[in-house]
């Protein structure tokens, strides 16, 4: 799996000497594989703030492919005015307080894509425009891009994930693994451009399995698609690091979505995540926290409010780097993770290991 990081390689191998040399199981989700279902855990548009984040979407097959897809929208807003918010003191003006109520709603659209098609769009803009070449046409097997649209995100800002599913022309799930997908997140101001990049995660179905009822269900007994991952493993420099080359102070936001969710009811999963977390001496610290529709949160405030106490900090673990390993209790979870220098950003996938023993289910509308 492709990892766009600074020194990311060097900093995985370190840690795989000094924690045992053990090198992770590979599980059934993959960032590097052609799927039936495509998450991109992380997908941010602000207009003030001059970030946006370009999907891509590739049909890998040589025949049509159409995608059903949703934008999930994990903002919070204030009850008072009903403005975006991250905290509650975001909601306070004239004197007068509201509350940053968390929220979920998703915005679905379809794409047909032609046989081998890329495409490409900008979060904030979407697509209305097809064919993409701007050339009326049609391509193999008489297929082309006729009923695609591909709208905005709902709201700027927006902080949330796109989920997309192989699908027939009545909108049933198809068990074909045809869709790789990428997403690259653009902070610009002025001439400097900060941009992060990572793999879509894949789950696959199994040949045969799927069925026309729209419960997608994901390991376990009647599995129609490849489980969500047991363990979640992230390699990573400890927040509060400084980088030893240029002297830049290191944090890292771990970004976690639910496998399971209900589309049709609007109602998104949960998870309890327990955390292992590993210096480079093997010395091992734990906590858990509870994800609720998104996390992005940076780790050294997963256990506390004040990151220089956190087991996530370098004073307190002792050492520059790390492993933390992840298991879910209710939902399952699908991760990427992103490394903050003072000057730019990174993006990269974590490592998955073996199937959840129950399933996790996706309820389509």
Not at 73 to 78: D, T
Not at 281 to 297: A, P
Not at 336 to 342: G, N, Q, S, T, Y
């Amino acid at each position: 799996m492709r990892q766009v990081r600074w020194a990311s390689g060097t900093v995985a191998l370190a840690m795989a000497f000094a924690l045992g040399g053990v090198q992770p199981a590979v599980g059934d989700v993959t960032s590097d594989q052609a799927t039936a279902i495509v998450v991109y855990p992380h997908v941010l548009v602000d207009g003030d703030e001059s970030v946006d984040t370009v999907l891509q979407l590739s049909n890998t097959s040589n025949n049509p492919a159409i995608a059903w897809c949703f934008y999930e929208n994990a903002n919070s807003h204030c009850t008072n005015n009903g403005q975006v918010c991250v905290e509650a003191s975001e909601c306070c003006s004239g004197g007068l307080c509201g509350v940053c109520l968390p929220g979920w709603n998703e915005t679905d659209f379809r794409i047909r894509l032609t046989p081998r098609q890329p495409i490409g769009w900008r979060a904030s803009e979407g697509l209305v425009d097809f064919p993409v070449d701007g050339v009326d046409r049609v391509g193999r097997q008489g297929s082309s891009n006729a009923g695609s649209r591909i709208p905005p995100v709902p709201e700027d800002s927006f902080n949330g994930a796109l989920r997309c599913f192989v699908v027939d022309d009545t909108n049933t799930p198809l068990d074909t693994n045809v869709f790789k997908g990428e997403a690259t997140i653009y902070d610009y101001e002025g001439d400097f451009v900060d941009v992060a990049k990572y793999n879509a995660v894949g789950i696959k179905a199994i040949e045969g399995a799927v069925n026309d009822d729209k419960e997608l269900v994901f390991g376990g007994e009647n599995a129609e698609y490849n489980g969500c991952p047991n363990v979640l493993i992230l390699n990573h420099f400890f927040d509060l690091a400084i980088n030893p080359l240029n002297g830049a102070e290191i944090t890292t936001n771990l970004i976690l979505v639910p496998c399971t969710e209900d589309l049709l009811r609007q109602i998104p999963g949960t998870s309890v995540i327990q955390y292992l977390v590993y210096n480079e001496f093997e010395q091992r610290f734990s906590t858990s926290r509870t994800v609720d529709c998104k996390q992005d949160l940076q780790i050294s405030l997963i256990d506390t409010t004040q990151e220089e106490r956190s087991i996530f900090s370098a004073g307190v673990a002792g050492t520059l780097a790390g492993q933390t390993r992840l298991t879910p209790i209710g939902s399952g979870v699908l991760a990427v993770a992103e490394e903050h220098h003072d000057d730019f950003t990174a993006d990269f996938n974590v490592h998955y290991q073996g199937d959840r023993e129950t399933s996790d289910v996706i309820t389509l509308p």
